[in-house]
């Protein structure tokens, strides 16, 4: 028999002892997170929130005393830029440009990145990456000049519909909301103005419409602001899944002329569509600061080839401490998707079918599912895209109410729940840190694409699962 080196005994010793005490140190992370998610709390969780922006704006108020206010925000990991609110700035200018007759799809010489201003004296052919349907707004008078006040107000108006979203909440889930709103990705958001926190306004302002389910018309205008805001960026489409609220006749009605509407939209818009990914394509597809299936790909290259950051004693002490953890943390995210898999799978199994919830997803759904399968359908969906820059990950804070439902409750869900919610923490918070870490971002990014398609899966409405599991049963038997 052949006997292998000792020192191959040591390593396997080493890593063995290793591996128990991380598996301990993340048991009892998990029963402590576990406790204090269930645990009531008579103060309103969303103080909490309200304390931790005011505590991390006030940081930067008085930092913009002694530095410029954008380097102290770089320093906080949010790559700020000059001038303030610069995306809301790009699409107002594009009012004013489309006021003075350009197309500004192909020509905005009103860009501040063309030097431009709101007489369009930039320089021409710097596209907006847009569709034209932002411009139907041009009747608004919305011009450049206003971008600062109106900048002030979408942030104010983004905070106060999340805390209208969430409702009244425990302090652990307030402190979990608080560091997700003070993350860089959603920062960057708020500092750039970017029309993403429009969209999520106005998808809330949808969901809020669609609970009023005795009321035809308000349903039908909530499916109307849904596809609006597909209008304007495309991707929100996904959010469109809100229709599995409704009972079965109603979500055939509604699925047919939503597909219809927005088909027709995006056939007529194809030339848009086109120049848009024209102009992304021409982009350099960068791992920090955004997700989707392409970005593990230029993630892994930077952490393996980049020879600039290889010859650095820096990189090599990070390459060191790194990539262990990331090795670990891989092998964590197959051995709980595994396990998740295994459990689905054996449920569906055993009962020819979906497992039918009616104490959590029944025919009625509330608010809280209902901001889950919107959040979870335009991750998805925005993940399966290609790549999209992380201020996107706003849209995760519809879907955290009912993630923290399932571990209240005890579901078998609990677990991949509570890892779900620490990998929406880490992802959004590892941008701080250097290039390599950026695959280490990535798994927590692909766990969370998983996590949500099969908890998506679970919460479509009974009606749905039963045909299913007829299917299934005419097939098997």
Known sequence: MKVRPYYCLD?????????????????????????????????????LIVFLLLFYFGG???ASFFLPYNLFW??????????????????????????????????????????????????????????RAWWWFTFLGLSETQTVFLGFTLAILFYS?????????????????????ISPPLMLLIERGNVDSILFIM?????????????????????????????????????????????KLWFWIFSFAL??????????????????????SAQHLREKHSYGWKVIGIAL?????????GSSLKFTSLFVLWFPICLIYLLLMVKWLSSIGKNWFEKMKTQKGFDLEPQFFDLNPDFTLDGFRIGAAIYIGSFAMGWHYDYK?????????????????????????????????????????????????????????????????????????????RLVNSVTD
Request: contains cysteine.
């Open 11 to 47: 390593f396997q010793i080493l890593m063995s002892f290793y591996l128990n005490k991380i598996s301990n140190i993340l048991l009892a992370v998990e029963e402590k997170s576990t406790l204090l998610i269930k645990k009531e709390s008579k103060i309103d969780g969303r103080f």
């Open 60 to 62: 930067l108020l008085t």
């Open 74 to 131: 770089k320093m906080l990991g949010v790559p700020s830029l000059l001038p303030s609110f610069i995306d809301l700035r790009e699409v107002l200018g594009g009012f004013d440009c489309t006021r003075l007759g350009y197309d500004v799809l192909y020509n905005d010489p009103c860009s501040v990145a063309a030097g431009g201003d709101a007489l369009g004296h930039g320089k021409l052919n710097s596209p907006m990456p847009y569709p």
């Open 161 to 181: 519909s999340i805390l209208l979203l969430i409702g009244k909440i425990g302090l652990f889930e307030g402190f979990v909301y608080g560091l997700i709103l």
């Open 203 to 247: 998808v809330i302002a949808g969901i809020s419409l669609s609970r009023q389910s005795s009321i035809l018309f308000l349903r039908a205008v909530s499916y109307s602001i849904l596809v609006l805001t597909a209008m304007l960026k495309i991707f929100p489409v996904f959010g469109l899944l809100l229709v599995l609220r409704e009972r």
């Open 259 to 280: 597909i219809i509407v927005t088909g027709f939209y995006f056939y007529f818009i194809s030339e848009e569509i086109m120049a848009i990914k024209h102009f992304f």
């Open 301 to 309: 290259k930077i952490f393996f080839t980049n020879p600039k950051l």
């Open 393 to 469: 990950l706003c849209f995760w804070l519809l879907s955290i109410p009912f993630v923290f439902e399932l571990i209240k409750k005890g579901h078998w869900l609990e677990r991949p729940s509570l890892i779900a919610l620490f990998s929406m923490i880490f992802s959004l918070y590892s941008s701080i840190a250097t290039a390599s870490t950026g695959a280490l971002d990535e798994f927590a990014n692909w766990y969370l694409l998983v996590y949500f398609i099969i908890a998506l899966a679970i919460t479509l409405p009974n009606w749905m699962k039963t045909s299913y599991n």
